[in-house]
Nanobody, 125 residues
């Protein structure tokens, strides 16, 4: 059973960096591809990026490409979202998710089977 717990959110100034973590207390995360999504106030939840369970593939939304990096440590059952050059538009609740595939990375919420509780990231101007 996958149980995702996120941490690392906070309030930072524009231009700062932040790393979010997503730990699986069920210790089975290596079997799943992981995705990161975010939801800003009044907006729909959007795909940020993802990494395959095999760690061979990553993909990013155009809005974060070159600034955000997704990685994972399967030995620690933890995924990471490193965010550099943060902008006020990056302000949102960030969610990690896991899907039943080691190779494919879904881009839609419906592709994912398990979700974390979300962590708030606020970027001040």
């Amino acid at each position: 059973q996958v149980q995702l717990v996120e941490s690392g959110g906070g309030l930072v100034p524009a231009g700062a960096s932040l790393t979010l973590s997503c730990a699986d207390s069920g210790r089975t995360l290596s079997r799943y591809s992981m995705g990161w999504f975010r939801q800003a106030p009044g907006k729909e939840r959007e795909f940020v990026g993802g990494i395959s369970g095999s760690e061979e593939t990553t993909t990013y939304a155009d809005s974060v490409k070159g600034r955000f990096t997704i990685s994972r440590d399967n030995a620690r059952n933890t995924g990471y979202l490193r965010m550099n050059g943060l902008k006020p538009d990056d302000t949102a609740v960030y969610y990690c998710a896991a899907m039943n595939s080691r190779l494919r990375i879904g881009h839609r919420q419906g592709d994912y089977d398990y979700w974390g509780q979300g962590t708030q990231v606020t970027v001040s101007s």
